[in-house]
């Protein structure tokens, strides 16, 4: 796992049509999936950590208890989503030996969209809403 330190490169399908596709119980941390669509797809118990979803089109997907720690979620189209027990957080970057460093990068779900989407027991943390439409209080 590069992320980790490890040898690699984050995986890179940008745009790709991923609709219905099962990725559950995944560590997709560092993957680039910029405009990509996963309408319908199976993300339950993945994580993704320092991942690019911007613009991703995650309409009606399965998320329960993902974990997006350092995400860009700008743009993303999260309606009809089912998020019960998921994490938006902030995580820190880890220097090239491991070494904790204090730095933080922040998950932004800004412009955002989650009308119809199932929040319960969603942990927002750290993460940036700004201008996001459809979260109820």
Known sequence: N????????PANLRGQDLSGF????????GIKLRGAALRDARID??????ADLSGVDLRGCSAHNTTFAGCNLTGADLRNGRFSGSR????????????????????????????????????????????VSGLEP
């Not at 099962?22 to 941390?29: H, Q």
């Not at 118990?45 to 320092?50: H, K, P, R």
């Open 22 to 29: 099962d990725l559950a119980n995944l560590e997709l941390s």
């Open 88 to 131: 938006f957080a902030s995580a820190e970057i880890l220097s090239g030996t491991g070494e904790r460093t204090g730095r933080r990068i922040y998950t932004d779900l800004s412009n955002a969209r989650l009308a119809g989407a199932t929040c319960d027991g969603v942990e927002w943390a750290d993460a940036i809403l700004h201008d």
């Open 2 to 9: 590069w992320v980790g330190g490890g040898d690699g490169r």
């Open 45 to 50: 118990n993945t994580t993704f950590q320092f």
